[in-house]
């Protein structure tokens, strides 16, 4: 998504097209929409498509899978069931109010062994990537919600460029800790903080119109639907012009550049994790508590548009069907994440 400069028009609004992208892994959901999935012929990831439903066990996964009527309403029927009972409310007023908490515990329990490198940011989003090249000039990143620095630390291994420096922050401060004992952590070019993204203040320590681009993975579906507008608000206030993926890119004010980036990405309705969800587990509707106290919602592009569009002009509002294929056991698996 984009935002215009206190000096743009209209006009320039809808003719900007500088940070939209022409080719993507994952398919545009609204009408009239160019940009366009990467060829069937490549090797790239997020490019193998199942032409004919015999092969599917042939691979271990295929993309952009399209529904069919028995998935779809298999899908319904699972949240039908998860619906029939709730967290009890004394339960839900816990989860809610302690879970800073619960993030906690679950760094501490897993550290950095959990959660993969993002090794696929490079195909979604390019312009991440490139910031790491040699001479493409200072370039200030602000990872929210960095977790054990799963983009962090592929983005700084890779690194050539010496006026590159990147901003992490988390809700929990176990996960901070986490990043800062990383033996990869590098000071000079990087720092690590505790943030609330629903919080009234921003980062005190970050300088206004000063960054590039904001990394936005996997933070909002943590956050109650109560807190979304919040959290837009910081983000609004953090950039001035951002671009947006779910993945989503943003431009917003007052701490992005004009003509900065905002990447985002997140869980989109009837992925396999929402469906594996058992009763006594949905704290509203799409809105669920895991067995670790951490809560997680499941988006529609529907969402995401309204919820963005008020602040930002969104340049792809996408969705990435992936279908993960266990061959020994014959099992599939459908993904859904959304991207902007």
């Not at 959990?114 to 490139?130: A, M, Q, V």
């Not at 010496?162 to 990383?182: G, H, M, P, Q, R």
Request: proline share 3%; with cysteine.
């Amino acid at each position: 998504m984009s935002f215009p400069t206190q000096e743009s028009t209209e006009e320039n609004i809808n003719n900007n097209s500088d940070h939209k992208k022409k080719v993507s892994s994952v398919q545009d959901v609204r009408e009239g929409a160019d940009i366009n999935p990467l060829s069937s012929s490549s090797t790239v990831f997020g490019t193998r498509l199942l032409r004919n439903s015999e092969d599917v066990f042939n691979h271990n996964a295929w993309d952009n899978v399209v529904w069919g009527e028995d998935q779809e309403q298999y899908a319904q029927e699972q949240i039908l069931k998860q619906s029939n009972k709730l967290v009890a409310s004394e339960d839900q007023e816990r989860y809610h109010a302690e879970a800073a908490e619960y993030w906690n515990a679950f760094y501490q329990k897993n550290e950095n062994r959990f959660f993969k490198d993002r090794n696929w940011l490079k195909i979604e989003f390019p312009e991440l990537h490139s910031t790491t090249i040699a001479n493409s000039g200072p370039k200030r990143l602000f990872e929210i919600g960095c977790g054990a620095g799963n983009t962090l630390f592929p983005l700084l291994t890779i690194n050539e460029n010496i006026d590159l420096f990147i901003y992490a922050c988390d809700f929990s401060s176990t996960a901070v800790e986490v990043v800062k004992n990383n033996p990869e952590f590098n000071p000079t070019n990087s720092t690590a903080f505790v943030w609330d993204l629903t919080s009234t203040d921003i980062p005190s320590c970050i300088q206004p119109e000063s960054l590039d681009i904001i990394v936005l993975i996997f933070v909002l579906s943590a956050l109650r639907p109560e807190e979304w507008t919040q959290a837009v608000e910081n983000m609004y206030k953090l950039f001035f012009i951002m671009t947006m993926t779910i993945a989503i890119a943003i431009s917003i004010s007052k701490m992005l550049k004009p003509g900065g980036l905002i990447l985002f990405r997140d869980y989109g309705r009837y992925d396999m994790v929402q469906l594996r969800f058992k009763e006594g587990r949905m704290l509203s509707e799409n809105f669920y508590v895991r067995g670790d106290g951490t809560r997680v919602y499941f988006f529609t592009t529907d969402e995401i548009e309204s919820l963005w569009n008020s602040r930002f002009k969104i340049e792809q509002n996408a969705v990435d069907r992936r279908l993960i294929v266990n061959r020994h056991k014959k099992l599939k698996m459908y993904r859904v994440w959304l991207q902007v």
